[in-house]
């Protein structure tokens, strides 16, 4: 017995996609690609922030994290201190040039920043 074709059957060929389908994919991947290559580009600012931050001589750990979009952009700090260093100066650090240097190479300021400092218990022994 061979396979007979219904009379006023809806479904497409095997071989094309409905045309919805094309319809809704083609108007968002450029939007899509674009918003992939952001959030790209903010995951290796913040790694590089943080790798920076870890060789200030105060700093035990810093994780560094952007959020959000253009309109609402929001810099993420957790950082911890070594037990016996002033914060004051990485604090002016952190402000003055790793946030304002972000913010230059990305072409837009901050519309929060979340600074989280933390003092280690453990001092250098």
Do not use: W
Request: glycine share 4%; hydrophobic share 40%.
């Amino acid at each position: 017995m061979s396979a007979q074709r219904v009379p006023g059957s809806m479904v497409p060929p095997a071989h094309t996609a409905p045309q919805p389908l094309r319809e809704r994919t083609r108007g968002t991947a450029a939007p899509e690609a674009a918003r992939r290559l952001r959030c790209t580009r903010y995951d290796q600012m913040a790694k590089a922030a943080s790798a920076g931050l870890m060789a200030h001589p105060h700093v035990e750990s810093a994780i560094v994290e952007i959020s959000g979009d253009d309109a609402d952009l929001v810099f993420h700090l957790n950082c911890t201190i070594k037990a016996d260093s002033d914060p004051s100066d990485l604090m002016e650090t952190v402000s003055k040039g790793v946030i304002s240097n972000i913010e230059r190479m990305l072409g837009t300021e901050f519309s929060s920043r979340r600074l989280h400092f933390n003092r280690s218990l453990y001092s250098a022994a």
